[in-house]
């Protein structure tokens, strides 16, 4: 074979590799030099239509620009930029599934984009409702809500998760809303075979818990609501999201000695939850603080949670400094990821983006007035900048890019 590759003039003809020996190759290769690979000629092209790329666990940065999208990568340290998005460039992304970022408009229209292809998907208006509700768009990235017998004004767009199928390109949007820094009572939820947003209220026995994050993993949404509890829905047993009552966090609520901090919702690759707050600019040297279920006693870096009374099998939700396996954080994804042989990240590390208080989107630990990305390593309790080439990071998102099937 290799002699057939050889010219006249003693140089190889990689085009006439075969197909088989390109797919071992390719499967190891890295997700931008996937992406060279295929642009080499048409037979590579071909080739890389048949094959499956080494699963890409390295993130990047999405950048916004007046007509592009800057996408950091994290390993090369480079900056790569996409086709021309025209008015899509404007739109705020509020989500990420692999490549696929969901967006939104100044008139609150949703879009999910794979600035890599570049491939569009629109999502049903948010007149497509099944709630009742009314919405007034007057642009400017806000909405109004219209009920009976009252209204909301200059609502945002809140927390938000995205799932898409590489292969079927079937998809999951959930995104809840914001009043005045509050979160609102209700969720929205659209999937590709009802073309129709429906309403997931959030409240139980009369309660408005809303929504202060949330976080999807294997056809579960996971929700932390306004007074410490989980919520979980399954999606997966037919066309309504099923609540599952009988989890270990429903009656355990992530109550603090620190209720004022911000907190974020997280899950593991296993599958644990674990709750993250993020401390006062002053602190600068520990920003963030993790906590996870315990099944053990108190120690003095747990706590109980209140109203539980002298239950010997209350579990407490204790502060950890490392995550169980090999695995670290990125902050703008709902589940961490995997360290073991991946280049870019480092275990027992969050990674996150300084931002300014202009921002839309809350995506940093804390905030400052210049812009940085940095990772936070939890067993060392120390921060550390990561070098961009000047660029100051301003409204950004992490993602994680993969290839589709037959890209």
Known sequence: TIRAMV????????????????????????????ARAKTVCSS???????????????????????????MFNSEEEKFYRTQNLGRFAECRGVATCGSWVLVFDKEINFYIINPFTPELIRLP??????????????????FHLLFDDFRINSVVVGNSVLWVDEKTKDYLVV??????????????YCRKREQEWFEIPASTCG????????????????????????????????????????????????????PNRRTGMRL?????????????VTHKRIPFQIY????????????????????????DWERVHSFEDEESLVWDLSVTLPTKGVSG???????YCHTSNSSIREVAAYEFPTHKISAYEIPKQAIKPIRHRGILIGEARWFVPCFGAGE
């Not at 003039?9 to 006439?16: I, K, L, T, V």
């Not at 009742?132 to 400017?140: A, L, Q, S, V």
């Not at 309660?207 to 979980?232: H, P, Q, V, W």
């Not at 593991?268 to 006062?280: K, R």
């Open 7 to 34: 010219t006249d003039g003693d140089a190889p003809n990689w085009s006439e590799l075969v197909t088989d020996i390109l797919s071992l190759v390719f499967k190891h290769l890295s997700f931008t030099d996937f």
């Open 44 to 70: 590579w092209y071909f080739a890389s239509k048949s094959s499956s790329p080494r699963q890409n666990h390295t993130p990047w940065l999405i950048l916004y620009e007046d007509t592009h999208w800057l």
């Open 125 to 142: 208006p948010l007149e497509y409702s099944n709630t009742g509700t009314k919405f007034e768009r007057p642009g400017n990235y806000i």
């Open 175 to 188: 995104w809840s809303y914001k009043e005045a820094c509050h979160p609102g009572p209700y969720i929205y």
């Open 207 to 258: 309660k408005l818990f809303g929504c202060l994050d949330m976080a999807y993993k294997d056809e579960k949404l996971y929700i932390y609501t306004y007074n410490g509890s989980i919520r979980i829905l399954d999606f997966s047993l037919g066309d309504l999201p099923r609540q599952i009552d009988n989890h270990p966090f429903s009656h355990r609520p992530f109550v603090t000695e620190f």
């Open 268 to 280: 593991t690759t296993s599958g644990d939850v674990v709750m993250i707050q993020w401390v006062t």
């Open 292 to 315: 996870k279920m315990s099944s053990k006693r108190e120690t003095k870096e747990s706590f109980r949670v209140q109203g539980l009374g002298d239950d010997d099998d209350a579990a």
């Open 345 to 351: 990240i480092k275990k027992d590390s969050i990674y």
